[in-house]
């Protein structure tokens, strides 16, 4: 269950009041008519899914009813920080202290990877793949 | 391998059940395969097994993390049903379910195929138009399904509430006959046991952490017990898939959730067939063991922890009371959650990529159990000839460029 603190209302409040509504910071294609299938197609569906740390849209649905960002562990489901839209996150998966202490893996070209098993240390070192 | 049979059963209690052999070896991983299988859940075991059985390819391997079936095979809620509403997934659920039919024998293992039909509820005129349509699409199919009134449903499961009191009330639904359950963890178990008879080696405890790709191939995986070579590698790994597509570089349109299931005390039989309802979002069907096994959507985020949230175990029994106000007092006994991996079209993805004899077959999201061994047979065909099987050709990758979606969010809904 989630306790989530909204930056709008600047209260913690329960999960049953928020809707999360998929990947942050996702861009329209800037010049619709040159756009290629493929990114159309990039842009319509293909979705980071990652191991680890994910900057997620959520709306304060029952409360203030504004959206909002949350960057979050998925696999431990913790709540790193909430900030308002526009602005950028603070706490990414490729900052090494938050890597470490979140235990998040990321292989060569960025990709986050299999990390996030702290209770297999062996792991979570970081190798390239 | 030492097959099953009534006799060895009346054999095996004289000898007070001390002497059954192993189901399957525990082997050292060899250096190289002719094909590899990344994921030892149902589909991944099934793939392994007909490569051997039907398609003369023995020297394989199945990768798996943990044990047997331990992935979402064991969370599901076994619901086995064809009546999609589209051609293409229509011919590879009801080819599934085909093999279902004989699935016992052919394995020698009784997986429990229940054919007891699944009832998919409409409670307002749009459910019932879009009811109608599918059981129409089924029926050009050749896929068994039929429309049936209240009064019909009430002699199918006279538990269920079809009052006009309800919040919700019934106006009909669609009922496929030949639909089901099957015992999950038989079909995971007897697929191994085939599949390591006919010499696939099954190795537990061996992570895949990332490929080996030279020129635009693959030449093998990376595990957490050594390097293992092979020229073709299918990754069948559900909720996982996503992450072992990036370890190739390549991206996948899934989103991985957390979805729940809960079971309830044992009953005395009360329940005769699968009810499902998308409208009021639940649905329930009764174990040969007693339990009440009960189920709903997933979880809104993104979540590769194994559990989901509270409100969405009270939102499901919600419904199941809505639906049969009886069960208001039935205590629950357990619940927990799988990864699934929900894909836009809620169809799945059986494809090549753009590394070459590297394959997916994911994107089952909450739906796969069904289709496991139509997934597992035509996969293994595919990988066995080095090109798609044309049941699963509609299934690749690319119709998130092409724009060729098959989309079946009506046909799935709650229902899984
Ligand atoms: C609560 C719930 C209810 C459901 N109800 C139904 C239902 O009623 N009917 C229905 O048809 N479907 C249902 N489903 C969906 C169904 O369970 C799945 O679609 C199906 O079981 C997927 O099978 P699989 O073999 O692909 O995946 P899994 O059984 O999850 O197997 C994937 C395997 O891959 C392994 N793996 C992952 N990463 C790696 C790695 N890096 N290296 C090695 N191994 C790895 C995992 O450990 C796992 O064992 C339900 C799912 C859930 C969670
Ligand atoms: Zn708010």
Redesign the pocket.
């Known amino acids: 269950m989630f306790y989530i603190f909204c930056p709008y209302c600047k209260e913690h409040r329960e999960e049953e009041e928020f809707h999360a509504r998929g990947q942050a910071h996702l861009m329209r294609p800037s010049d619709p008519d040159n756009t290629s299938d493929e990114e159309w197609g990039d842009y319509l569906f293909f979705r980071n899914n990652p191991r680890g740390i994910h900057h997620e849209m959520w709306v304060h649905s029952v409360g203030c009813r504004k959206f909002f960002n949350i960057t979050r562990n998925t696999v431990t489901y913790d709540i790193l920080e909430t900030y308002p839209m526009g602005e950028q996150p603070t706490i990414t998966a490729a900052t090494p202290d938050v890597r470490h202490e979140q235990g998040v893996q990321v292989a060569d070209g960025g990709w986050q990877t299999?990390g996030a098993r702290s209770e297999n240390k062996a792991l979570n070192e970081e190798t390239s793949s | 391998m030492q097959r099953y049979s009534g006799f060895g059963l009346v054999k095996h209690a004289l000898g007070h059940h001390e002497n059954w052999e192993r189901q399957w070896r525990n082997p050292e991983p060899k250096k190289r395969y002719d094909v590899i299988i990344?994921?030892?859940?149902?589909?991944?075991?099934?793939t392994a097994y007909y490569l051997a059985k039907e398609f003369g390819v023995k020297n394989v391997a199945v990768?798996?993390?943990?044990?047997?079936?331990?992935?979402?095979?064991?969370?599901?809620?076994?619901?086995?049903?064809s009546n999609y509403l589209w051609d293409e997934a229509g011919r590879l659920y009801n080819h599934s379910l085909d093999l279902w039919k004989g699935l016992s024998q052919d394995l020698n293992y009784n997986v429990m195929f229940s054919q007891r039909g699944v009832l998919n509820l409409g409670h307002t005129l749009q459910d019932m138009r879009d009811i109608q349509r599918r059981v129409h699409a089924n029926r050009l199919n050749g896929i068994d399904s039929e429309v049936v009134t209240p009064q019909q449903i009430k002699e199918i499961e006279p538990q269920l509430d079809i009052s006009s009191r309800a919040r919700y009330p019934i106006m009909g639904a669609s009922w496929q006959k030949s639909a089901g359950?099957a015992r999950?963890d038989a079909v995971?178990w007897g697929f191994a046991r085939g599949a390591d008879a006919l010499g696939v080696d099954l190795l537990q405890n061996?992570?895949?952490?990332g490929f080996k790709i030279r020129d635009g191939k693959v030449l093998g995986?990376h595990?957490n017990r050594g390097d293992i070579e092979a020229n073709t590698v299918g990754?069948?790994?559900?909720?996982?898939?996503g992450?072992?597509a990036n370890?190739a570089g390549i991206k996948l349109p899934l989103e991985s959730h957390?979805?729940?299931?809960l079971v309830s005390e044992p009953l005395k039989p009360i329940l005769n067939t699968?009810t499902m309802s998308n409208h009021v979002h639940g649905?329930i069907s009764q174990s040969d063991k007693g339990d009440l096994?009960i189920?709903a959507g997933i979880d809104g985020y993104l979540g590769y922890g194994q559990r989901g949230s509270y409100p969405t175990i009270e939102h499901t029994l919600q419904a199941i009371v809505e639906m049969f106000p009886m069960f208001s007092r039935v205590r629950m006994n357990r619940q927990?959650?799988?990864?699934?991996?929900t894909c836009p079209d809620a169809c799945?993805i059986l494809s090549k990529t753009k590394v070459k004899g590297l394959y997916f077959?994911?994107g089952?999201?909450?739906?796969?159990?069904?289709?496991?061994p139509g997934?597992g047979h035509v996969f293994a065909a595919s990988l066995a000839k080095g090109e798609m099987h044309p049941i699963a050709a509609p299934f690749s990758i690319d119709r998130f460029h092409t724009g060729a979606l098959i989309d079946e969010h009506g046909a799935a809904g709650v229902a899984?």
Request: proline share 3%.
């Open positions: 299999v | 990344v994921g030892g859940g149902g589909h991944g075991l099934a990768v798996e993390k943990g044990w047997l079936g331990g992935g979402n095979t064991a969370r599901n809620t076994t619901i086995v049903r359950v999950h995971a061996t992570e895949v952490t995986v595990t990754c069948v790994a559900a909720g996982n898939s992450v072992l370890m957390p979805l729940q299931a699968v649905y096994v189920g927990w959650g799988g990864i699934v991996d799945p077959n994911c089952w999201g909450t739906g796969g159990f069904k289709a496991t997934s899984h």
